[in-house]
């Protein structure tokens, strides 16, 4: 016969040999690859994480430690690995923190003010610091503020600042 009604075939998985062990080896073609899958996870948890300062809630925010930096020191310069994470800042005195150039649209970073010294976003050659209010100092003990780049060189600072 030319078709084989379900219920009469019975042969065992254990005799299936060569079969696909890879999404290529099912002819799939155009699945994400972990790398992209990371890349749009990062991106959607700065988007959500943006959501967060502006509506007070977010549906995810997976950050590990790994995701936080201890800055002791009393100047910081931002760079690209900085891309993604919480800058905690423990100094007891002011804080500069320094923008850089080559941090391109999309870079986003969050900094908390750990202890007594205020942290002031100050503006590199060639940079553009930005602030509906001209407000560029964290508040006090506590306060966070969101660092953001709508395009490459141009750092916008909001949250807990005045």
Known sequence: PSTFAPSA???????????????AGYGISD????????TREAAASLADRDRANHTGSASAY???????VTITGTSYTL???DNGRVLYFTSATAIALNTATGLGA?????????????????QAASTTRANSEAAFKTAKQWATAT??????????ISGGVV
């Open 31 to 38: 699945a994400e690859t972990t790398a992209q899958l990371n």
């Open 62 to 68: 997976p950050l590990s430690s790994a995701g936080v």
């Open 147 to 156: 660092i953001f780049c709508p395009v490459a060189n141009t750092f916008v």
């Open 9 to 23: 075939h019975t042969q065992a998985w254990s005799t299936i040999t060569s079969s696909p062990t890879t999404l």
């Open 79 to 81: 760079q690209a690995s």
């Open 106 to 122: 999309g870079f986003s970073c969050a900094t908390m003010q750990g202890a007594a010294g205020q942290i002031t976003l100050t």
